[in-house]
């Protein structure tokens, strides 16, 4: 049999085990509802009211049975949500396995200030992520023609390439530590090094009058009218 609270208010279906909170029907183990012209809409409220200068919150925990890592009820997931030393704003934290069933990491952040951290708790910036990977970003649109870029770090280097990942695919090179560009190149040998079948320079002005300079080190001026 059904238990059940004021029509609708609380109900607990004997035959499924599903509970109610708002609705007459729940349609999972636990269904809550509300109609409210407001963002927040059925809120479902965790609160931790600890008090201290530690960090402390709350934790959703995601668990599932046996599967590659051989135990039971293996904790798979948790997201939470804490205040940082009590008075320094909240932090929120998603947590994943990983591939070899080891450990809990944490995959996202946000910080107190809004810093995104992926693979890093600490971010030093507005969007922060770290890896091991080779791969780093991986970009794609659809808008007009399908197009997929990528960053990768290539020994030292920050590359950009477009399509499938692979050397061939490289477009730019930069190796910001000696301050070298490559275009077409992985290896730039100079400031600027272009390798192409038409390795040409063009350089375009918009005003009739206008021209072009390219300065040497000794201050020396070409320029192109």
């Not at 030292?156 to 990942?165: F, I, K, N, R, V």
């Amino acid at each position: 049999d059904d238990f059940t609270v004021d029509t609708s208010k609380l109900v607990v279906e004997g035959d499924t085990g599903n509970v109610g909170i708002g609705t007459a029907g729940p349609n999972s183990l636990l269904h809550l509802e509300k109609s409210v012209n407001d963002v927040g809409g059925a809120k479902l409220t965790l609160d931790n009211p600890h008090t201290g200068n530690a960090d402390y919150g709350s934790t959703i925990a995601f668990q599932a049975g046996t599967g590659g890592s051989g135990t039971t009820d293996t904790t798979i997931g948790k997201i939470t949500c804490y205040k940082k030393n009590n008075s320094d704003g909240s932090i929120m934290r998603f947590q994943t396995q990983q591939g070899d069933f080891t450990a809990i990491d944490t995959s996202l952040l946000i910080d107190e200030d809004g810093k995104v951290g992926i693979g890093t708790e600490n971010p030093t910036g507005f969007t922060h992520l770290y890896t091991s990977e080779r791969y780093m970003l991986y970009l794609e649109s659809t808008y007009g023609t399908d197009r997929k870029y990528w960053f990768r770090n290539d020994g030292g280097t920050l590359q950009l390439g477009e399509g499938a990942q692979g050397d061939a695919q490289v477009g730019f090179t930069f190796d910001t530590a000696n301050k070298i560009f490559g275009i077409g190149t992985r290896a730039p040998a100079k400031p600027l090094h272009i390798t192409s079948s038409t390795p040409t320079i063009r350089l375009e002005h918009t005003d009739d009058n206008g021209y072009a300079e390219i300065y040497t080190s000794a201050q020396s001026a070409l320029i192109l009218d």
